[in-house]
């Protein structure tokens, strides 16, 4: 059978690894196939990423040069915007990105290309893997039918399809591609079966699901928990604000039970490649079935306008001290959209330093992570001097809290401050003048 030789293969690690879409996900995925000892080829359309690679060297902060290097001298990576070599290539995981549109739907341009791209080349014994985030029903009703447009070749008999999403959260030590659980689940169950024996060489941990839908579902439900969660602490942080009650004391209270509460806490706005996207892919996908996602359409109505409620919270300290907005300088510390790394996908600080600067304010930035900002309307280069950024500002907004900050050294040098990540917390008050969210 195909399933059994495939199978066999993939334990012998003779079987040919490709990884499509060498980013966030695809690359750190690539390094852990060749961890387990798989000939991995990487395929990008990017050739200035395909040429880095190649060269042993990463632009991505969680993969190292050495890493790299290591699999790429030892002849089992290496990276390539051609897709014939698929030929010879026995299981492919697809990890493209998946943004939004403008009007909330998703696009799906990039699933759809390398689901084409693969076609040409889709052959027997050949397991794919979709891991890109997406809608329930993606595996089975749009990639399917791309890869067998132009084939007589069975899913499930000859070609095996399945869906895992990716759990990566980039900038942690912790949890890794190797010891995250992974979920998976395939359009039949053999699909899930030889998925499974792929994964399995590779992956500390595999937990298999009946259906790709499930697959599919589940990592909407995670990112989606968290959205909503969020959300509600976002809300709680101005219902604190007209209450003159301190939001992260009451977290911090609240965060004592040891049962029955989990922490969340509240920030300028969503950002990344996940929580801000995700639930709207199920949101979208629900009202093609004439149903409304409320939860989900209100977390994010809430979670959006975060970074205008920033704003203007900054334009009220400012006039506490009689001073302002317009013309004012004011120091963005931190632009990527979670501390200690260098994404900026989706960040909550693009779009603050864009509102500051429609409304008249002199918008400079610091971030030891992030050099330059060239993004739509925005180019900007991170202060190099920061002492003297902090102290020739009238406000400093801190947007991300990153640790590398000595934020003790941030209170004695600037004038104001608006702590939108409680990053003062533990800085002596005396006559500091901190805002916080």
């Not at 990576?77 to 051609?82: M, P």
């Not at 995250?180 to 499974?196: N, S």
Request: proline fraction near 5%; glycine fraction near 4%.
């Amino acid at each position: 059978m195909v399933k059994d030789e495939l199978i066999q293969e993939i334990q012998r690690k003779h079987a040919n690894i490709a990884v499509i879409g060498l980013g966030y996900v695809g690359l750190p995925l690539a390094i852990t196939f060749a961890n387990a000892g798989f000939n991995v080829t990487g395929i990008d359309p990017n050739e200035e990423k395909v040429e880095m690679i190649n060269r042993s060297e990463s632009y991505i902060s969680d993969i190292t040069n050495a890493q790299l290097r290591k699999h790429i001298d030892a002849g089992r990576l290496r990276a390539t915007s051609d897709y014939a070599v698929l030929n010879d290539i026995d299981a492919v995981s697809i990890c493209v990105p998946t943004p939004l549109r403008k009007t909330g739907d998703p696009d799906m341009s990039f699933i759809a290309m390398a689901s084409e791209d693969i076609a040409p080349y889709l052959h027997r014994s050949m397991v794919i893997v979709l891991e890109s985030s997406t809608y329930p029903g993606t595996t089975r009703e749009f990639v399917l039918p791309k890869l067998t447009a132009h084939t007589d070749l069975q899913v499930g008999e000859d070609f095996f399809l399945a869906f895992s999403p990716e759990r990566v959260d980039p900038g942690r030590k912790d949890y890794t591609t190797y010891n995250t659980p992974k979920v998976l689940g395939g359009i039949t169950p053999d699909c899930t079966e030889v998925a499974r024996a792929w994964y399995e060489q590779a992956l500390e941990t595999v937990v298999t699901v009946s259906t790709a839908e499930v697959a599919e579902m589940a990592k909407l439900l995670e990112n989606t928990f968290r959205m909503i969660n969020i959300s509600m602490v976002n809300e709680l942080a101005q219902m604190c604000d007209r209450l003159n009650v301190d939001v992260w004391e009451v977290i911090d209270a609240a965060a004592t039970k040891p049962f029955g509460f989990m922490k969340f806490t509240p920030g300028p706005g969503l950002g990344g490649h996940c929580i801000p996207i995700d639930p709207l892919y199920l949101s979208w996908k629900m009202k093609t079935l004439n149903y409304t996602a409320r939860f989900i359409e209100l977390a994010s109505e809430i979670n959006t306008s975060m970074p205008r409620y920033v704003v203007s919270r900054i334009q009220d300290a400012l006039n506490r001290y009689k001073k302002p907005l317009n013309g004012s300088k004011v120091l963005i510390l931190g632009v990527a959209y979670k501390p200690n790394i260098n994404d900026m996908r989706e960040s909550p600080a693009l779009d603050i330093i864009h509102l500051l600067q429609e409304k008249g304010a002199i918008v400079t930035y610091h971030d030891p992570y992030v050099p330059e900002i060239d993004h739509e309307n925005i180019h900007m280069s991170s202060e190099k001097d920061l002492h003297a950024s902090l102290e020739d500002a009238d406000l400093v907004a801190i947007i991300t809290d990153h640790q590398k900050y000595d934020y003790n050294m941030i209170g004695e040098k600037s004038s104001l401050i608006f702590d939108a990540r409680n990053a003062m917390k533990d800085v002596p008050k005396s006559s500091l003048k901190v805002i916080k969210l």
